[in-house]
């Protein structure tokens, strides 16, 4: 087997921690909630071996080189053309076929396991330099949203790899005399979620920080009319215990932000007979919060997490995890204020939004 046929495809079900250089730190992150059995939408990265095997077969090095030469990092216009052309030549690199292949198949696999001719995915740039200090840059990189077909995620793929070339992340190297070719790119790959309702939940009661129930926050679509104050979203809690609803507040949710068919993002009214209407089912309700209570043990302490009920999976199925990260409020305060119910809503949404269009995990990877 030449070094060319090693799998340059790792999925998230099958990452383990000695991957991490390889995957850098979101597709980790993603593995690491994977396996602890956590429903994130699946997906794979596409490890940097293939980006080194283009790189290789492209003779990147060299051409990087010459547009790098005598670079004066003063000069924005110098670097601006300069770093342009560079990523003009990584998006057109040919990648070796062995590597285009790898990706192609992954892309069908996807399509079959989410019985979808061209699922749509979020194509995201996962630096792998996550603890040098170029770690200031995993943000910086590049993600393509509701990507669709092989041909278009192989594009998506080079131009994450091109990213690396941005104006910032190329000064901040030559100023810190890092090597350019030692710089790698893993990109991930990832179904995007079609929320038929969104929102958060917290591992305890947010007013008082009592820790054996467990708030929900919801509303129809992607969220994005909580953020603009458009709508109250429905608030559920439940015992953490037995799994009981406890209490339900339906708000009158008069809009929605839905996606059309040409992959838009819009605001409609919601159709009347759902104004009123629960954004979640009993089942889906009870759902969250027993991936709440999942995500809280996995990471050991209270936990304020993002999901969705993906429109396009099955009843059962259908409550995927967007994000989980430490509660902070009452975690690091204990009972002292109580926050003012209605007042807490929007800022907790924005993020959701946030994570539906450009959809990120832990914070700060």
Same mark, same amino acid.
């Given at each position: 087997?030449?070094?060319?046929?090693?799998?340059?495809?790792?999925?998230?079900?099958?990452?383990?921690?000695?991957?991490?250089?390889?995957?850098?730190?979101?597709?980790?992150?993603?593995?690491?909630?994977?396996?602890?059995?956590?429903?994130?939408?699946?997906?794979?990265?596409?490890?940097?071996?293939?980006?080194?095997?283009?790189?290789?077969?492209?003779?990147?090095?060299?051409?990087?080189?010459?547009?790098?030469?005598?670079?004066?990092?003063?000069?924005?216009?110098?670097?601006?053309?300069?770093?342009?052309?560079?990523?003009?030549?990584?998006?057109?690199?040919?990648?070796?076929?062995?590597?285009?292949?790898?990706?192609?198949?992954?892309?069908?696999?996807?399509?079959?396991?989410?019985?979808? *001719? %061209?699922?749509?995915?979020? &194509?995201?740039?996962?630096?792998?330099?996550?603890?040098? !200090?170029?770690?200031?840059? /995993?943000?910086?990189?590049?993600?393509?949203?509701?990507?669709?077909?092989?041909?278009?995620?192989?594009?998506?793929?080079?131009?994450?790899?091109?990213?690396?070339?941005?104006?910032?992340?190329?000064?901040?190297?030559?100023?810190?005399?890092?090597?350019?070719?030692?710089?790698?790119?893993?990109?991930?790959?990832?179904?995007?979620?079609?929320?038929?309702?969104?929102?958060?939940?917290?591992?305890?009661?947010?007013?008082?920080?009592?820790?054996?129930?467990?708030?929900?926050?919801?509303?129809?679509?992607?969220?994005?009319?909580?953020?603009?104050?458009?709508?109250?979203?429905?608030?559920?809690?439940?015992?953490?215990?037995?799994?009981?609803?406890?209490?339900?507040?339906?708000?009158?949710?008069?809009?929605?932000?839905?996606?059309?068919? *040409? %992959?838009?993002?819009?605001? &409609?009214?919601?159709?009347?007979?759902?104004?009123?209407? !629960?954004?979640?089912?009993? /089942?889906?309700?009870?759902?969250?919060?027993?991936?709440?209570?999942?995500?809280?043990?996995?990471?050991?302490?209270?936990?304020?997490?993002?999901?969705?009920?993906?429109?396009?999976?099955?009843?059962?199925?259908?409550?995927?995890?967007?994000?989980?990260?430490?509660e902070t409020v009452w975690s690091k305060k204990g009972p002292v204020t109580v926050v003012a119910p209605g007042g807490k809503s929007g800022d907790f949404m924005a993020s959701i939004v946030s994570t539906l269009m450009s959809p990120l995990y832990t914070k700060g990877d």
């Amino acid at each position: 087997m030449s070094h060319h046929e090693e799998s340059v495809v790792v999925w998230f079900e099958s990452y383990w921690p000695g991957l991490k250089n390889e995957v850098g730190g979101k597709a980790s992150s993603l593995g690491e909630m994977t396996n602890a059995g956590l429903p994130v939408p699946p997906g794979f990265a596409v490890t940097t071996t293939a980006y080194r095997h283009a790189h290789d077969a492209g003779d990147l090095d060299a051409m990087i080189a010459h547009f790098l030469h005598r670079l004066d990092i003063h000069d924005t216009d110098m670097v601006h053309e300069r770093c342009h052309a560079i990523r003009e030549r990584v998006r057109a690199v040919a990648i070796p076929s062995e590597v285009e292949t790898q990706i192609r198949h992954a892309y069908e696999e996807l399509c079959r396991r989410t019985n979808s *001719d %061209d699922v749509p995915v979020a &194509v995201r740039s996962s630096a792998t330099s996550e603890d040098s !200090p170029d770690a200031s840059f /995993a943000g910086e990189h590049d993600t393509y949203l509701w990507i669709r077909g092989a041909d278009d995620v192989v594009d998506a793929v080079r131009r994450c790899w091109a990213s690396l070339f941005t104006d910032r992340a190329t000064c901040y190297r030559e100023e810190m005399g890092y090597e350019h070719r030692n710089v790698e790119m893993c990109v991930v790959v990832q179904k995007m979620v079609h929320p038929k309702s969104a929102g958060v939940a917290f591992t305890l009661d947010p007013t008082n920080g009592d820790r054996s129930q467990i708030a929900i926050d919801s509303s129809w679509g992607f969220g994005e009319a909580v953020v603009a104050g458009e709508v109250t979203p429905d608030n559920f809690m439940i015992d953490k215990v037995m799994f009981d609803i406890t209490k339900r507040v339906v708000s009158a949710k008069n809009h929605e932000y839905v996606l059309t068919e *040409d %992959d838009h993002v819009r605001k &409609v009214e919601t159709p009347e007979d759902r104004v009123l209407q !629960p954004s979640l089912t009993d /089942a889906e309700i009870k759902g969250i919060a027993r991936l709440a209570k999942t995500a809280e043990q996995h990471y050991g302490c209270p936990q304020d997490i993002e999901w969705a009920v993906d429109s396009d999976l099955p009843e059962g199925e259908n409550v995927i995890l967007l994000q989980s990260r430490p509660e902070t409020v009452w975690s690091k305060k204990g009972p002292v204020t109580v926050v003012a119910p209605g007042g807490k809503s929007g800022d907790f949404m924005a993020s959701i939004v946030s994570t539906l269009m450009s959809p990120l995990y832990t914070k700060g990877d």
